[in-house]
């Protein structure tokens, strides 16, 4: 039976992604289903902190008010997606929160395909196994079968005087194929990128692209019909080049995309990138090309559903802006 969650009025049903950049590195995004002010549903995509402040924490606790997270995706072992994400398992999760984990990646040498040599990245994984160890978490290892799709979630948001809505949540990559040859060629050094979880949430066919560090090889094999009619992306990889192939399964506008900062190995995103996006629609990011000393920004999409029409707002925190 599929799970329910009931809302108080028609009017009063938002779908809200935040998406949390930091200055040269670090990405988080947070999903959630709100009843007027009220959240119903909370997904969280990664996370990170800078000296030690977890703006994602402060986010979902001081300004919306969560005290649980529904579902928590890891979506690969990089530390601009990693750091931070103990606390929020420790803070905010329990035995009812889906637990979605990159694939092949256990914190075991020998056996993950990705080997971890930075010594500041193996404390952060270190950290979010231990607490793993500790709060014993359902978790759910993801990876794809190619042109297909996995579903994570299902439920129905319910109201008096409406139609029941759908609300699903697909993981569209990693691709198991391409990680299966790794894992028969016995090798444990690929690029992390490659393990990298995307995810479409579709409200009954409002969908929401969230495209993590996933690469070109992965976007080659993805479900391109479910991004038929998609209309929010968060761009994949900082905005790089590996990005774009993307553009090519998406509906000819879109509302609006958003991409966050990487300065540390060049500086991304890439404007040919994002004048590539901006023809699809309006496209946001965290910061800017200019390394913005601010310590980090944020892009929140507001998605009203009221009785006859979808609104949406933008509101940029901080660095933030529309590019």
């Known amino acids: 039976m599929v799970r329910q969650l009931n809302l108080s009025h028609p009017s009063n049903l938002h779908a809200v992604i935040t998406i949390i950049g930091y200055r040269s590195q670090g990405e988080s995004v947070i999903f959630r289903i709100v009843d007027g002010i009220e959240t119903k549903y ?3 995509v990664d996370s990170y902190k800078l000296k030690q402040r977890n703006v994602t924490l402060e986010f979902l606790i001081d300004k919306y008010n969560v005290s649980h997270i529904d579902m928590l ?17 420790e803070r905010l999760c329990g035995e009812k929160t889906e637990y979605i984990l990159p694939a092949h990646f256990y914190n075991q040498p020998g056996i993950d395909l990705v080997t971890i040599q930075n010594k500041e990245e193996k404390v952060t994984i270190d950290e979010i196994f231990n607490i793993n160890s500790k709060t014993k978490l359902v978790a759910t290892s993801v990876e794809v079968k190619t042109g297909s799709h996995n579903q994570l979630e299902c439920f129905t948001l319910v109201c008096a005087g409406l139609e029941p809505i759908p609300v699903g949540i697909f993981a569209l990559t990693p691709i198991s194929s391409i990680l299966g040859d790794y894992v028969v060629s016995k090798k444990h050094n690929i690029d992390p990128n490659e393990l990298s979880i995307s995810l479409l949430i579709d409200i009954n066919g409002y969908k929401i692209f969230l495209g993590a560090d996933t690469i070109r090889t992965h976007i080659a094999q993805i479900d391109t019909s479910m991004l038929e009619g998609c209309k929010f992306v968060k761009i994949p990889h900082h905005g790089s080049s590996t990005s774009l192939d993307l553009l090519n399964y998406l509906p000819v506008s879109i509302d609006a995309a958003c991409t966050t900062v990487y300065h540390l190995k060049g500086d991304l995103p890439e404007k040919s990138v994002i004048d590539r996006y901006k023809t699809k629609g309006p496209v946001f990011c965290t910061g800017d090309y200019l390394r913005n000393n601010r310590h980090s920004g944020a892009v929140e999409f507001d998605v009203l559903f009221d009785e006859e029409n979808i609104e949406y707002r933008v509101v940029c925190y901080n660095a933030a802006k529309m590019l």
């Open 73 to 89: 995706c890891w979506s690969h072992p990089h530390i601009d997606h990693s750091k931070g994400l103990s606390e929020l398992i």
């Open 42 to 44: 909370c997904l969280v």
